[in-house]
């Protein structure tokens, strides 16, 4: 029972660890995305 619940501990950290990563790709994506925009509507209105 015990190797049971660390296994379940572990796999729920590594679960953790890789929304952490996507939540920074995710933010990292609009952050470019953004920029893109703002610099595409600078040099494309007068």
């Not at 501990?9 to 952490?20: E, L, N, P, S, V």
């Not at 893109?36 to 007068?46: E, N, R």
Request: aromatic share 10%.
């Amino acid at each position: 029972m015990t190797d049971l619940k660390l296994f379940i501990g572990t796999q729920f950290a590594d679960i953790r660890a890789d929304i952490k990563n996507l939540q920074f790709i995710v933010l990292a994506t609009w952050s470019v995305l953004v920029a893109a925009i703002g610099l595409t509507v600078m040099y494309l209105l007068p």
